[in-house]
């Protein structure tokens, strides 16, 4: 079992940064994709960003490219979301979710991912 949880989640005007951290534990890291996903009210949930192993390879939504950085320590168990120019679109759920160890494709969607935190909310007021 991998334990996930997520934090660094809150308010913020639009225009404005967060930084999301997500901190693992139980069975091995460093050798599984991770992933961040959000879920807005009335809406499904859906991928952000994820990111390989290594931290080499990375993917993201098109709606956050150029906003939003994915990266990881894998010395610390933890994966963040560097969230700039928040947009009050950007206002959902936030969670971490983990693929099972020894799969190498930074997936994209839910279905690809074995473990899932709880969640932080974000949220952008205009």
């Known amino acids: 079992q991998v334990q996930l949880v997520e934090s660094g989640g809150g308010l913020v005007q639009a225009g404005g940064s967060l930084r999301l951290s997500c901190a693992a534990s139980?069975?091995?890291?460093?050798?599984?994709?991770m992933g961040w996903f959000r879920q807005a009210p009335g809406k499904e949930r859906e991928f952000v960003a994820a990111i390989s192993w290594s931290g080499g390879a990375t993917r993201y939504a098109d709606s956050v490219k150029g906003r939003f950085t994915i990266s990881r320590d894998n010395a610390k168990n933890t994966v963040y979301l560097q969230m700039n120019s928040l947009k009050p679109e950007d206002t959902a759920v936030y969670y971490c979710?983990?693929?099972?160890?020894?799969?190498?494709?930074?997936?994209?969607?839910?279905?690809?991912?074995?473990?899932w935190g709880q969640g932080t909310q974000v949220t952008v007021s205009s």
């Open positions: 139980g069975r091995t890291f460093s050798n599984r994709v």
């Open positions: 979710a983990a693929r099972n160890a020894g799969y190498a494709s930074v997936a994209v969607t839910t279905r690809e991912y074995d473990y």
